[in-house]
């Protein structure tokens, strides 16, 4: 069974840095493509940035580029997504994908 369960989310001011964690479970996590996505409050679904399988970064929202890094851990099984330079229209839920599956995601709030 796969299991993903995010972490590290809060609340932080305009031009702050989160790290964002997915611990993942139940999958060949050292060769499985992956991907953050993220929902702000009162719109639609939409991704933010996908890692391949051999560990490389093939997509990034044009919205985060220069400013979020997706990468992983492969001996921690822990998929993770740095922002910098955080705006307010990154306050979102964030959650961690893989194939079907996704976690009960975590909560990013840019406010000053």
């Known amino acids: 069974e796969v299991t993903l369960v995010e972490s590290g989310g809060g609340l932080v001011q305009p031009g702050g840095s989160l790290r964002l964690s997915c611990a993942a479970s139940g999958f060949s996590f050292s060769s499985t493509a992956m991907s953050w996505v993220r929902q702000p409050p009162g719109k639609g679904l939409e991704t933010v940035a996908i890692l391949s399988s051999r560990g490389s970064p093939t997509y990034y929202l044009e919205a985060v580029k220069g400013r979020f890094t997706i990468s992983r851990d492969d001996a921690k099984n822990t998929l993770y997504l740095q922002l910098n330079s955080l705006k307010i229209e990154d306050t979102a839920m964030y959650y961690c994908?893989?194939?079907?599956?996704r976690g009960k995601g975590t909560t990013v709030t840019i406010s000053s």
């Open positions: 994908v893989v194939g079907q599956s």
